[in-house]
């Protein structure tokens, strides 16, 4: 194959790092090297777990399915009550016995279910894991759609990232505006997978040094109520799309909360943001949206506020020690096919909070940072 000249920015820089990259990759990439590693006493075990990631890298998307098989079938809730054999299975889940046995073998061999006894299952470590996690499996039926897209990476990112696509759709404010206006289905999701991100939050960051919090992008205000519930004393207020807020509305009463809480329907972008409150959260908002409209949301943002009060930006953020995947690869993609949005770090956060005119910031990692970090800004 022909060599491809590069045609960036130039000649690639030269370091000490790039001919060490160079060097460690052609001596990987050497053929008998891997072999040579595995049978190696002490370091075989490095390049067996290399070779069995490499592997994960090609062969996800099939975890990824047996996972959301176990799922939809229904066995993952029914192996929670009882042990099944695949006779048993085949019966919730209206399957033949022999293709029962193929997906629980599946979903064993990566963690999601356990053979106690010859024949006999029942939900292993991940399967354990995942049962009780609402958000994670309304994610899991959710990836569906993004799956669709996905069919063709290559053609995604081919195409104008305008174009309408299924996830574009289904988050109506992002890509296709104008196309569909339905908020419940992304709000339903948004509400069912909030709580790992509160309870991260709630256990991050002091909420109770602060009189009064205003969500902005509150969905349902699930995020809301975790903190309103965890620190009585703080007034509530939530801005949302008003179709949205109607919504939350009706769970505020119901959780009994209406009272200290109130609504303002409108949008964060055209409408006045509203004053007087000493703390604001953008929770899981600003990597929906590309860089001039969030530039341009926090100087309104700040502008509203008066010198001194706080903005907390919670949402699981690029280039995350630990969860780095989840970052650039996960939401990389996702919001790509969304036709809005990257995921930032934290440092391209703390930059754009300085441009958008607030004095200080900092970063706080909490002890789940896949879920979210949380950086906070004073104005
Ligand atoms: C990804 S959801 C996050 C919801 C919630 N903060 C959470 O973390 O569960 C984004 C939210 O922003 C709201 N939103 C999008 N565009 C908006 C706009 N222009 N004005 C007000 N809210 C908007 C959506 O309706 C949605 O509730």
């Known amino acids: 194959m022909a060599k491809a000249e590069p045609q960036g920015s130039g000649q690639p820089p030269e370091s000490w ?10 001596t990987i990439g050497r053929p ?3 072999k040579a590693m595995a049978a190696l006493p002490g370091i075989g075990g490095m390049a067996r777990r290399r070779a069995a990631s490499l592997f994960n890298l090609i062969a996800g ?12 079938s229904g066995l993952l809730d029914a192996l929670a009550e009882q042990p099944l054999d695949k006779k048993a299975a085949a019966k919730v889940c209206s399957l033949e016995p022999e293709a029962a046995d193929r997906l629980l073998r599946a979903a064993g061999a990566i963690g999601l279910t356990e053979q106690y006894a010859p024949g006999w299952w029942m939900l292993g470590e991940q399967g354990a ?59 339903e999701l948004m509400a069912a997978s909030q709580h790992l991100v509160a309870e991260q939050a709630v256990g991050a960051y002091d909420f109770s040094r602060h009189r009064r919090l205003l969500d902005l992008g509150g969905g349902q205000g699930a995020f809301l109520r975790a903190v309103g519930q965890a620190n009585p004393e703080l007034e509530l207020g939530l801005f949302d799309l008003p179709d949205v807020v109607e919504r939350a509305k009706a769970q505020f009463e119901e959780a009994g909360m209406a009272q200290r809480t109130r609504f303002h329907p409108g949008s964060f972008f055209d409408d006045e943001i509203p004053s007087g409150y000493d703390l604001v959260s953008l929770t899981r908002i600003l990597h929906d949206h590309d860089d001039a409209p969030v530039l341009d949301l926090l100087q309104r943002v700040r502008e509203s506020m008066a010198k001194g009060s706080t903005l907390l930006i919670i949402e699981p953020l690029a280039d995350t020690p630990g969860a780095k995947a989840m970052g650039d690869a996960y939401f990389g993609l996702y919001l790509w096919a969304m036709g809005s949005g990257r995921p930032r770090s934290a440092r391209e956060y703390r930059e754009m909070l300085r441009d958008a005119g607030f004095a200080r910031h900092r970063l706080i990692r ?9 950086i906070v800004a004073v104005a």
């Open 17 to 26: 790092r790039r001919r060490w990259i160079a060097w460690r990759n052609r």
């Open 61 to 72: 998307f099939a975890y990824s399915q047996a996972t959301l098989a176990l799922e939809e």
């Open 129 to 187: 894991a995942l049962v009780g996690n609402a958000g994670a499996r309304a994610m899991l039926r959710h990836h569906r759609i993004l799956y669709r897209d996905l069919t063709d990476p290559l053609d995604l990112f081919r195409k104008n990232r305008r174009e309408p696509t299924n996830l574009s759709k289904f988050w109506t404010y992002a890509g296709a505006k104008g196309e569909a206006t339905d908020t419940a289905a992304y709000s």
């Open 366 to 374: 909490p002890p789940q940072p896949i879920a979210t970090s949380l």
């Open 32 to 34: 008998g090297f891997q």
